[in-house]
């Protein structure tokens, strides 16, 4: 049986969550206060929690952030109930790791929607097992750049939603950008548990089960670790442990796209060493450029063969007189791709949680992210049609063939 834990200060307000659920066979425990809450959630193991927000000592955001850092409570649905219905209020829920909230007073009906709403979303995304390990090769990708505001984190995003709508293949986003990720914000997804869970564990002792506890599911399917939004919680990884859950997430996943921060931080150079692609990220403006060939320089001194390098040119800016030549002539490298300015999309997507790719498929930056993702894939997934090909395969492949005809040749591997 569903076993369901509310916690609230109000008894009035735990006889209507009963009352609300009553409909359906679940078993209900309660909690009077945020330290019993816990304190129950330990002993009755529940499948969700409803939290009150406004309780006195310990609040809702407060209970929730503790659970999170328990592993038996990485996943759990939790339900906020709360007065405030402004920005700030639904931030600091999702910021504590929060799946949803529902503002007091609310009609029994809705109460009861949600919870099996939630429960259903938390049966489709159940964490991965060690069982669904994959067989074949995987590819880790890294998006960089010195310079921050060139689109790291917005390639990164819509390349890794592109990789898991062209393949169907478990895929996995990091994000790595410790103190200002920004991830799970474009993912509209709540911030349940990030790397700094992971801080305390050395490179001998972490194992697939301390790494599941931070992975997270995207409604899409796609999976993702996010990085902590406060940077007093951005506890560094160690290198080693950094390096041990990368060689892990290997076995699990078919792609790997990591969001990397401005620098080459230990955390950084980890990930690096280990991709086998890196998407060097330059906007046309002269400071971006000057970061990039810093960025090349040092890839260079670190023994990276060129080829393991993508040079990608975002036009963050609309006008920058800056031609794509004399960007390429400047760093010594082609480019492979070009992403056109398009800031009223990109902002959109940020601010609704929907990614270019999945709010606008029909646009043709997506084509061309689309594309891209399919230009980065694996050589064996490539070569032949899949058998059951996603509507992302045959949209690609439509565009291929329309290229071919008219003799453009975007991406060099086709
Ligand atoms: N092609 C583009 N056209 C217009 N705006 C863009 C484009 N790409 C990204 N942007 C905008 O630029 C801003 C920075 O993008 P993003 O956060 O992806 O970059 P970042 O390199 O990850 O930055 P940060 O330094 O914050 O990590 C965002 O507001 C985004 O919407
Ligand atoms: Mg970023």
């Given amino acids: 049986m569903t076993k369901i834990l509310a916690i609230d200060d109000e008894k009035i307000y735990l006889n209507l969550i009963i009352h609300a659920l009553s409909e359906q066979d679940y078993q209900i425990e309660t909690a009077s206060s945020g330290s019993e809450g816990i304190q129950k959630a330990r002993d009755f193991t529940p499948d969700l929690i ?40 639904k931030l600091e829920a999702f910021e504590s790791g929060a799946d949803d909230y529902l503002t007091k007073p609310f009609a029994p009906e809705e109460l009861a929607a949600r919870i099996i709403a939630l429960l259903r979303r938390a ?27 060139t689109g790291c984190s917005s390639l990164a995003v819509n390349l890794s939603l ?30 349940k548990r990030t790397w700094a869970d992971l801080a305390r564990f050395g490179a001998e002792d972490i194992d697939l089960e301390a790494i599941n506890s931070v992975i997270n599911q995207h409604e899409s399917g796609l999976s993702f670790i996010p990085a902590p939004t406060l940077p007093s919680e951005a506890t560094p990884l160690e290198k080693e442990t950094l390096n041990t859950a990368l060689k892990m997430l290997r076995h699990e996943f078919s792609y790997i796209i990591a969001d990397l921060p401005h620098d080459f931080n230990p955390m950084t150079l980890s990930t690096l060493d280990e991709a086998d692609l890196i998407l060097l990220l330059v906007a046309p403006e002269m400071a971006s450029i000057r970061a990039a060939a810093a960025a090349v320089d040092t890839y260079t001194k670190l023994g990276y063969p060129p080829e393991k390098i993508n040079l990608v040119l975002n036009a963050v800016v609309p006008r920058s007189g800056l ?54 894939s694996q050589n064996e997934h490539k070569k032949s049609k899949p058998s059951a090909p996603s509507q992302t395969w045959q949209r690609v492949y439509r565009r291929h063939k329309a290229r071919k005809k008219r003799q453009i040749n975007h991406f060099p591997s086709w």
């Fill in 323 to 376: 031609s794509k030549e004399k960007i390429e002539s400047a760093l010594a490298l082609s480019i492979t791709v070009t992403i056109p300015y398009i800031a009223d999309k990109f902002v959109h997507a940020i601010n609704y949680g929907q990614p270019l790719v999945s709010r606008y498929p029909e646009d043709m930056v997506t084509g061309l992210l689309e594309d891209f993702a399919f230009h980065l």
């Fill in 123 to 149: 049966e489709r995304t159940k964490p991965i097992r060690s069982e669904s390990a994959i067989e074949e090769k995987s590819r880790l990708i890294a998006v960089h750049s010195l310079r921050g505001g």
């Fill in 162 to 191: 592109g990789m898991y709508s062209l393949w169907q293949k478990p895929t996995i986003l990091l994000d790595l950008a410790m103190t200002a990720g920004q991830v799970a914000l474009m993912l509209n997804a709540p911030l």
């Fill in 50 to 89: 409803i939290t009150d927000v406004m309780m006195p000592k310990m609040s809702g955001y407060e209970v929730t952030r503790l659970l999170r850092k328990e592993e038996a409570f990485a996943h759990t649905p939790i339900l906020m109930l709360t007065a405030q219905v402004d920005m700030k209020a």
